[in-house]
């Protein structure tokens, strides 16, 4: 039976994900080899303090799943072995001095048979307790290379939730910023608009009663097209040309006005 974690919500930093969690493990002393990947899903082996297994990291929705499977230790059968010899020993030693070694031989091979079987067992027992402390030291130090990797990766989505918030921000700003100046610019051509309708509309008067306005008309002619270039700016939202070129128009009516004037 696989042990079992997940990385909460990081499916799409999997590859980092495998990354900072191999690099953690080793740095632990886990020796890992046989790496396998394939499109959201790695496989490798790992051996850590004398224990092996098998390590399946994958893709699992907006999760990463990863699936620790042990491989039989070698330490029970190890230990068993130890102790059958160790225990057919001992039976035959005690059933010589129970019997002051004038049993039959069968009943000595009983003995050691006996032996055999308790100090195996007994045997068997203290290296599948052994092995199942290094199993549970060993799943606990996958989950916390787990669960740390999880908290590096939530830290850096929130970083960069927080950097395209502020970015949000300040193009909303901007934006209040850019309606802003767009509105005082309308403002501005509407005004200078105005003013030049009516001194157009001076020089038309003056001119059909036969009077020489051809210098203010020239003048009121500029102002005209700089007004022009002016409302384009405007649109392109360029608004420090829109100032320029209305400043611009302002001295053309100002210059016909005086012209008409004198």
């Known amino acids: 039976m696989p042990f079992i974690y997940y990385g909460q919500g990081v499916a799409d930093y999997y590859d980092d994900f495998l990354e900072r969690l191999m690099s953690r493990l080793a740095l632990e002393g886990t020796e890992i080899t046989g790496e396998q990947r394939q499109d959201g899903k790695t496989t490798m082996d790992v051996r850590h303090t004398g224990e092996g297994g098998k390590l399946e990291v994958t893709v699992s929705g907006k999760n990463v799943k990863v699936a620790y499977t042990v491989a039989r230790e070698k330490k029970e059968v190890g230990r068993g072995v130890m102790g059958a010899i160790a225990g057919a020993g001992v039976g035959s030693i005690l059933g010589g001095i129970l019997r002051r070694d004038t049993g039959e031989i069968g009943d000595r091979i009983g003995d050691a048979l006996g032996g055999a079987a308790a100090g195996g067992a007994y045997g068997a027992y203290g290296g599948w307790e052994e092995s199942r402390e290094d199993r ?127």
């Open 136 to 262: 549970t030291a060993f799943a606990a130090l996958l989950a916390s290379c787990v669960k740390e990797v999880e908290d590096e990766l939530q830290e850096i989505m929130r970083a960069q939730e927080e950097a395209r918030e502020a970015l949000r921000e300040r193009g909303r700003q901007k934006k209040a910023e850019d309606d802003g100046k767009e509105e005082e610019a309308r403002g501005e051509l509407e005004d200078v608009l105005g003013d030049l309708l009516a001194v157009q509309e001076e020089i038309d008067l003056l001119e059909s009663e036969g009077q020489e306005v051809g210098r203010a008309k020239n003048r009121a002619e500029r102002a005209e097209k700089l007004y022009h270039e002016a409302e384009d700016a405007c649109d392109e939202g360029k608004y420090t040309a829109v100032r320029t070129k209305l400043r611009a128009a302002r001295a053309m009516i100002d210059a016909a006005r005086e012209m008409l004037d004198a």
